[in-house]
Nanobody
């Protein structure tokens, strides 16, 4: 059974930083694209950042470019396939539940429908 477990959320003041972690288990994820989505109250779940096994280079939604960094170690150096989201210069509008997602496809997907595997989410709250 596939599990994606997020950790690292919390309450932080505007301008602060948090690092989220996603630990996958239950299948081989080294060839999966991994991503982070978020959902604020009353809003749709939206793509935040992703990283493909094709190049390990992160891709981002415009609102977080330059502030957030997604990373995952090369599977040859770390088989745990943990994915991180470093969030700097946080803003109140970043407040949301953040979800880790995975898909067997190796492309750079940004839509929810492309990801069959999801974690339970971790709350990030940014106070002004």
């Amino acid at each position: 059974q596939v599990h994606l477990v997020e950790s690292g959320g919390g309450l932080v003041q505007a301008g602060g930083s948090l690092r989220l972690s996603c630990s996958p288990s239950g299948r081989t994820f080294s060839t999966n694209t991994m991503a982070w989505f978020r959902q604020a109250p009353g809003k749709e779940r939206e793509f935040v950042a992703g990283v493909s096994p094709s190049d390990y280079i992160g891709y981002y939604t415009d609102s977080v470019k330059g502030r957030f960094t997604i990373s995952r170690p090369d599977a040859t150096t770390d088989a745990r396939n943990i994915v991180y989201l470093q969030m700097n210069n946080l803003k109140p509008e970043d407040t949301a539940v953040y979800y880790c997602a995975a898909t067997p496809g190796g492309g750079k997907y940004t839509t929810k429908s492309a990801y069959p595997y999801w974690g339970q989410g971790t709350q990030v709250t940014v106070s002004s």
